[in-house]
């Protein structure tokens, strides 16, 4: 019974792997490769699955694949990352796409690696031990001043929380409501009722709001000028920003800046 109790204790302990592709025939050789290694290994065939089973199963490294039906790699990357109880995990790319803008996409939304096919099984195996060494001691540093874990996030809750990441990103060249949406594989509708659900405003509302927040910020922080400060926060002139922000703030970048500065001498008298 020991026995038995101590296999099963140490077959939870070995690191388990998702592995996200739609033709997992290619993966053979490195699922072997990676067995190799006592990795315990979970396969899904498309973005959609992959995210359900990497929410269900949390495991400790993902591999997956750019074009996939259903969910591309890079919007199951960001929901993802935008997910509380999956963010940490690492993800590598292995995908066929040579393009440098891709990768780069792939790096930008949150993946560690981006590993090109044709590639070779052991060199991946190397690259998801350094991965797993270096989640391993970010996960037990993070532990030391962790607070008490939240529940499941909804799915709302991760579509509005990545599409804010979007924003937040692309603030100075903010995209269209669409292209924000196809980045998630979901539809504006869906997008803007998740919005409406979560945050009680719409996308532009809430893109308003952080372009404010933002433009205060720099007001307060920075000397830019108001031009340079329109153009940081996505507006096409400094006369709309100034039309936009007097109407959020009831009086004129200038008036801010000056009062701000003006309350911060008071309180350093």
Do not use: W
């Amino acid at each position: 019974m020991g026995t038995d109790s101590s296999s099963m204790q140490q077959e939870a302990q070995r690191p388990r792997l998702l592995l996200i592709d739609d033709n997992p025939e290619q993966l053979r050789l490195l699922v072997e490769a990676l067995r190799r290694k006592s990795y315990r290994i979970s396969v899904a065939l498309d973005g959609l699955q992959g995210y359900a089973r990497a929410v269900s199963i949390i495991p400790d490294l993902i591999i997956l694949d750019v074009h996939m039906p259903r969910m591309d790699g890079f919007a199951l990357c960001r929901r993802l990352k935008a997910n509380e109880a999956t963010a940490h995990i690492p993800i590598l790319y292995l995908s066929s796409d040579t393009q440098v803008d891709k990768r780069i996409a792939g790096l930008t939304c949150g993946g560690v690696d981006y590993i090109l096919k044709p590639y070779e099984p052991e060199e991946v195996v190397a690259r998801v031990e350094v991965h797993l060494a270096i989640a391993g001691k970010a996960a037990a540093q993070h532990a030391q001043t962790a607070s008490a874990p939240t529940g499941p996030m909804d799915d709302d809750s991760v579509l509005v929380r990545a599409a804010q990441e979007e924003l937040k990103f692309h603030l100075c060249n903010t995209p269209q409501l669409a292209e924000i949406a196809a980045k998630l594989s979901v539809n504006e509708r869906k997008l803007s009722r998740a919005f409406r659900k979560i945050l009680d405003m719409t996308p532009f509302e809430y893109l308003r709001q952080l372009r404010m927040q933002e433009a205060c910020r720099l007001l307060t922080e920075t000397s830019f000028s108001i031009v340079d400060i329109s153009q940081e926060v996505g507006f096409s002139s400094a006369a709309n920003f100034s039309t936009a922000f007097r109407e959020c703030m009831n009086m004129s970048p200038s008036d801010y800046r000056h009062e701000q500065r003006t309350g911060m001498a008071k309180d350093t008298e």
